[in-house]
């Protein structure tokens, strides 16, 4: 899963892809980039034309799965139709359009799932929709970041969207050569449109606008913290749905939806990439470390300690002091309670309760009683 994917695809969407024609003038010929919607729809259209006409001939005990097309005639149960690996789907937000990706869970896993930003150690198989294999790590686990960045950078949007679904495995005692195997671990198969692959730009031998097929195996996890504030990415998943967001070009993504946006203060920068996630003037790494010495650089000494809210007025009496710069408006915030609207349910945050247990400060602040509130339309 090397091949990088075609950056220009984003950098062009408003103008086009340009090929040669062949004739006696040599002329350019510009061919425009087809519309994300409308190849969306083809794309699911093919994909689920797959699915009802190839079935699952084998699964082996290590999860290796081998898909045929369905003969003329034949009787064997499509991907569709069967209930042995019930085929499911999720919404995936992407090109301000909602693609429906299908995929199949072989086995779920044992261990902790990954958010969409960590890094992974997976095998994988990749083939088009006619059977032809572009890429296979040959059962071989590879590591990879689904943030995209990097030598190792995942550039198959779908990836980061799918393998969250998964958990990864359980490392063996290490062999005597030094490797390590893994059992239990996460097994799938995604079938991704070419909105969330490659798209016009093709790899290799992947022809432009090619759906694709991956089985994979998920062995291992690693946690990333993207801003450095010291709070794993999963960590400030604040609805708590195994995803973060990056929605801060606006140009990408116009509309996103509120449901996956985890934006404590409301900046339009998502708390995993967020260095102050409540927008009280003190960065969050601050927070959770707390130098004694040192808060918010000339406030001095924190008197209050773990940042219970509160605020000062300045006393005219002492024009050369403003003790208002003292104030601190809002604490590190605990978990309370989970609200359902319309359908969406996420986490509620208490800033200013004395006495609460704090999110990245409490080690215990999960044991905070959680209630439901359902808002009904």
Not at 56 to 84: C, H, L, M, N
Not at 172 to 189: E, K, L, R
Not at 212 to 227: M, N, P, T
Not at 323 to 329: C, G, I, Q, R, T
Request: proline share 5%; aromatic share 12%.
């Amino acid at each position: 899963m090397n091949k990088i994917k075609y950056f220009f695809v984003l950098l062009i969407a408003a103008a086009a892809i340009v090929s040669c024609n062949k004739n006696d003038d040599d002329d350019v010929v510009t061919v425009p980039l087809r519309d994300y919607s409308e190849q969306a729809k083809a794309d699911n259209d093919s994909i689920e034309k797959y699915l009802k006409t190839n079935y699952i001939e084998e699964v082996t005990a290590d999860f290796d799965i081998k898909i045929s097309k369905i003969p003329a005639g034949g009787t064997q149960t499509s991907i569709w139709d069967q209930t042995v690996y019930p085929l499911q789907s999720r919404n995936v937000y992407n090109d301000n359009i909602t693609y429906k990706v299908y995929y199949l869970v072989l086995n779920e896993g044992v261990g902790e799932a990954p958010c969409n930003f960590d890094r992974i150690n997976t095998s994988y198989v990749g083939n088009l929709l006619d059977g032809t294999v572009f890429d296979t790590s040959y059962n071989l686990g590879r590591p990879f970041s689904l943030d995209g960045l990097g030598a190792n950078g995942v550039f198959v949007d779908g990836w980061k969207e799918i393998f969250p679904k998964f958990k990864a495995g359980k490392a063996n005692p290490v062999n005597a050569d030094g490797t390590i195997t893994y059992s239990d671990f996460g097994a799938g198969v995604m079938f991704l449109p070419s909105g969330l692959a490659y798209y016009a730009g093709g790899s290799g031998t992947i022809p432009a606008y090619a759906p694709l097929v991956f089985s994979f195996k998920l062995y291992d996890i690693q946690r990333l913290d993207h801003d450095g504030d010291g709070i794993l990415d999963i960590d400030e998943d604040i609805n708590g749905d195994g995803y973060v967001y990056d929605f801060s070009n606006k140009t990408l993504y116009t509309n996103p939806p509120a449901e996956l946006i985890d934006d404590t203060d409301g900046d339009g920068l998502a708390d995993f990439i967020d260095i102050d996630d409540d927008g009280d003037g003190y960065t969050t790494l601050l927070e959770i470390t707390k130098p004694t010495a040192e808060v918010g650089g000339a406030f001095g000494p924190s008197k209050y300690y773990p940042y219970e809210p509160f605020t000062v007025e300045d006393d005219p009496t002492t024009p050369n002091t403003n003790e208002a710069l003292n104030s601190e408006p809002r604490g590190i915030p605990a978990f309370v309670k989970t609200e359902t609207i319309d359908g969406v349910t996420r986490n509620v945050y208490d800033y200013t309760t004395q006495g609460r247990l704090k999110i990245h400060l409490d080690k215990a602040h999960n044991t905070t009683k959680v209630t439901t509130v359902t808002a009904k339309k």
